[in-house]
C-alpha cells in the first residue's frame, strides 16, 4: 500500500532544509496519498538527530503534553525506536510536559505517520512522540519555549493533522482552502481568525476546521516571524476524492512543508515603473474579486518582467484616511513576487486580526501601498543600522518583531525610539530588549497608489 501511495504522490519538489511537515492521520485509504506526498519532500538519506511527531488528544481532555518515554512503537515494519532519554529530559525540564500513558493508549494520530518515515527514510531514526492536550496561551508559550531549540536542520517535526471535518466537499474545498492559506503566512493570528471566520459562516455539519490546531499553532508561534522560514503547499484532497468517500460529508487533507530559506546571493533586485504599476493592479483586483466574489483573480505571467516572477517577499499594507486599515506580509515565499503579492492583498483584507474584514464599500476609500523586501542581513551591532534606510528584525529566545523602514517616517522617531519601539511592542521582549537581541536589517522598494496614481 505504501510503495502504490507514495508512486501516486505528489513527487519532490527540491524544497532545501525542510523541517517540518504537516500530514494527515486518516485511513491511508483516504489520506494516504496526501500523506506520501508531505513525506516526499523530506531528505530521505538524511540521519535526523530526532524525528518530533506532535498530534492534538482525540480522546483524552488534559491540560498540556505528553510525550511517551515508556518503550518503542511497534509497526508492521518492525520496531521506531523513541528517543526515552530526551523524552525524559524534556518532562523533567519542563512542567507542560508529562508521560502519562493513557493520553496515547488510544491515539492514533502518530502512530499512522510512523510506516511513512520506516519506508521513506534510508538510516535509522528516533522519535519523540507528542500528544498536545488542552491548551491555554501560557502552555503554549511554554511548549513553544522547551522545543524551540530543536526547531532546526538536525530534526524534523511532523506536524499530524486533518483540516475539516465533515461539511459537504464543496463546502471543505472552501473552508480547507482558506485554512491552509493562513497557516501559509507564519502568522497565528492569521490561523486563529480564519478557523472562526470559517466557523461563523453557519456550514452544515462542520464540526472541526483543524482538528490538529493546537499541534499546526505549536509550529507556527515556533516559526513566527522569522524570516528564514518558508511554508509552502504541496497538496489537498478530501475525503469526497476517494472510491470510498462520500460527497454530502467528508473529511479534508493537506500536505504543507516548512522550510529554512537558503542563503543565496546574486545581482541586485530592481523594479521599474511599470512593474511597480502592474503590482498595485493586481492588489486591487484581487481585493475588488475576492471582497465581492470570493474569487482569485488569475495573473497572467505571460508578460511579466522577471522582476515579477522572482520569489522574495513582500507585505501588503491598507490605509483609508490615512489610517492603517490591515498590514500582512512574507519576508519570504517559495512564489514569484506577483503572486506574493496577490496572496498577501487578501490576508491584508481579510485577516488582519487586528482589523474587520474589509467591506465593499471601503475599498473605494483604500490606498494600497506594497513593499517589496530585500534580503536580510545579521548585524552584530545597532550602529550598523540606518534609520529610515533600513528595516529592522529582532529576535531573543521564541520572541520577535519586525519594523518595516517606512515606519521612521510616519512615526518621526529617533533611532532608539524605533528600536525600543520595536522590541517593547512587537516583539514583547522589552524597551531595551533590542540591545542583547539578535538583530537584522532589510531593505524595502516601497511604492503606492497615491504617488503612481494607480486608484
Not at 523586501?373 to 550602529?383: E, H, Q
Request: glycine fraction near 6%; include cysteine; hydrophobic fraction near 35%.
Amino acid at each position: 500500500m505504501l510503495k502504490q501511495l507514495f508512486a501516486e504522490a505528489v513527487p519532490s519538489k527540491n524544497i532545501q532544509n525542510v523541517i517540518a511537515i504537516i500530514s494527515p492521520h486518516a485511513g491511508y485509504v483516504f489520506s494516504g496519498e496526501v500523506a506520501a506526498s508531505a513525506f516526499n519532500q523530506i531528505d530521505t538519506a538524511k540521519g535526523y538527530e530526532n524525528i518530533f511527531i506532535l498530534g492534538s488528544s482525540h480522546y483524552l481532555d488534559f491540560e498540556g503534553a505528553s510525550i511517551y518515554s515508556q518503550g518503542n512503537f511497534i509497526t508492521p515494519l518492525g520496531t521506531v525506536k523513541v528517543n526515552t532519554g530526551l523524552a525524559d529530559k524534556l518532562i523533567k525540564e519542563n512542567s507542560v510536559f508529562s508521560n502519562r500513558t493513557d493520553a496515547h493508549a488510544r491515539e492514533h494520530s502518530l502512530e499512522v505517520q510512523l510506516p511513512f518515515l520506516q519506508y521513506k527514510l534510508r538510516k535509522e531514526f528516533r522519535i519523540v512522540p507528542i500528544i498536545l492536550g488542552r491548551q491555554t496561551p501560557k502552555t503554549f508559550k511554554n511548549i513553544v519555549r522547551a522545543l524551540q531549540a530543536y526547531l532546526n536542520p538536525k530534526n524534523l517535526f511532523v506536524i499530524s493533522t486533518d483540516f475539516s471535518h465533515y461539511p459537504s466537499y464543496d463546502d471543505a474545498k472552501n473552508i480547507d482552502k482558506a485554512t491552509a492559506e493562513a497557516i501559509l503566512t507564519n502568522l497565528p493570528g492569521n490561523l486563529l481568525q480564519s478557523i472562526r471566520t470559517s466557523e461563523s459562516k453557519g456550514y452544515s455539519n462542520l464540526a472541526t476546521c483543524l482538528c490538529g490546531w493546537t499541534s499546526v499553532l505549536t509550529l507556527m508561534y515556533m516559526t513566527e516571524n522569522k524570516p528564514d522560514i518558508t511554508y509552502t503547499h504541496i497538496q489537498y484532497k478530501n475525503s469526497g476524492d476517494t472510491q470510498y468517500g462520500e460527497k454530502n460529508r467528508v473529511v479534508g487533507y493537506n500536505a504543507i512543508v516548512t522550510a529554512l530559506k537558503e542563503n543565496k546571493t546574486g545581482t541586485e533586485f530592481k523594479l521599474n515603473d511599470r512593474d511597480k504599476k502592474e503590482l498595485l493592479r493586481i492588489a486591487r483586483n484581487t481585493i475588488i474579486e475576492y471582497i465581492k466574489n470570493r474569487n482569485i483573480i488569475e495573473i497572467d505571467e505571460k508578460d511579466l518582467s522577471p522582476a515579477m516572477k522572482t520569489n522574495c517577499g513582500a507585505f501588503v499594507t491598507l490605509k483609508k484616511h490615512g489610517n492603517l486599515r490591515g498590514c500582512i506580509g512574507r519576508f519570504d515565499a517559495n512564489e514569484p513576487l506577483c503572486r506574493v503579492v496577490q496572496d498577501m492583498a487578501v490576508a491584508s483584507s481579510t485577516q488582519d486580526h487586528r482589523f474587520k474584514t474589509v467591506e465593499t464599500s471601503e475599498i473605494p476609500e483604500i490606498e494600497i501601498e506594497i513593499s517589496v523586501l530585500t534580503p536580510m542581513r545579521r548585524i552584530n551591532s545597532a550602529d550598523e543600522f540606518q534609520l529610515g534606510k533600513h528595516g529592522i528584525y529582532m529576535k531573543k529566545g521564541y520572541k520577535s518583531g519586525t519594523f518595516l523602514p517606512q515606519v521612521a517616517a510616519e512615526t518621526g522617531w529617533t533611532k532608539e525610539e524605533f528600536l525600543g519601539h520595536c522590541a517593547q511592542d512587537k516583539a514583547g521582549i522589552g524597551w531595551d530588549g533590542w540591545k542583547d537581541a539578535e538583530l537584522y536589517i532589510y531593505e524595502a522598494i516601497v511604492f503606492g497608489e497615491k504617488e503612481r496614481g494607480n486608484k
